[in-house]
């Protein structure tokens, strides 16, 4: 299977600390994005990284990609109970029309 | 405005019925995409369309049929529903081919199959 893992499964933090969720997977991939999904809702694009890339920042968002561990990095910092959501990443391939998802991360951040 | 939009958003029905789930998209995107999510939060790709074509069907049960009318719509027919079928129903699009991979999701319609 494609499917990616992600690590650890759920992650109980308090606000102002940061939250890093990793993500593994098992093909060469063109692209890794994060996902967010509130509960209830659908999932809200937080950030793509290309293969030939190996951070990226996005406000308190920090990405990491190693190609050669095929594993990915999520940090939020300074987390807010507004973070409380769950983090999926998705990997993309080459012709782009499929994109594979893990099985994602349970971020809950206490105020 | 709502980018795209599914309906309906809940769906309560009983087993051996059959039922339709429609997506819009108003980005002006190619690709279209269904997506299972299953109770433990497991997303799997059902099926992808560009440009109105079916690209990807990945082993999804010949009950399923997805229906792409024109490229800012994509339904999914369900007929004869299983118990198993229960979950819930995302749609998305994205532009590819334009390094604009990103996806862009519906809310989510909860199929609950008596």
Excluded at chain 1, 69 to 79: E, G, N, P, R, V
Excluded at chain 2, 6 to 25: A, F, H, R, W
Aim: charged share 20%; aromatic share 10%.
């Amino acid at each position: 299977s494609q499917q990616g893992e992600e690590d650890p499964q759920a992650l109980s933090i308090q606000e102002g600390e940061n939250a890093t969720m990793n993500c593994s997977y098992k093909t060469s991939i063109n692209n890794l994005q994060w996902y967010r999904q509130n509960s209830g809702r659908g999932l809200v694009h937080l950030i793509l990284i290309r293969s030939n890339e190996r951070e990226k920042h996005s406000g308190r968002l920090r990405v990491t990609l190693d190609t050669s561990k095929k594993s990915s990095s999520l940090l939020i910092t300074a987390s807010r109970a507004a973070d409380t959501a769950s983090y999926f990443c998705a990997t993309g391939y080459t012709g782009g029309f499929k994109t594979i998802f893990g099985a994602g991360t349970r971020l809950f951040v206490k105020a | 405005d709502t980018a795209v939009s599914q309906t309906p958003k809940y769906l309560v029905t009983q087993m051996g019925n059959d039922k339709s789930i429609k997506c819009e998209q108003n980005l002006g995107h190619d690709t279209m995409y269904w997506y299972k999510q299953d109770s433990k939060k497991f997303l799997k790709i059902m099926f992808s369309y560009n440009n109105k074509e079916l690209i990807i069907n990945e082993t999804v049960p010949n009950r399923f049929s997805p229906k792409s009318p024109d490229k800012a719509h994509l339904n999914l027919h369900i007929n004869s529903l299983e118990l198993g079928d229960s979950a819930v129903y995302f749609c998305a699009s994205s532009q590819v081919g334009r390094g604009l991979e990103t996806q862009y999701f519906g809310p989510g319609t909860r199929l609950l199959v008596l």
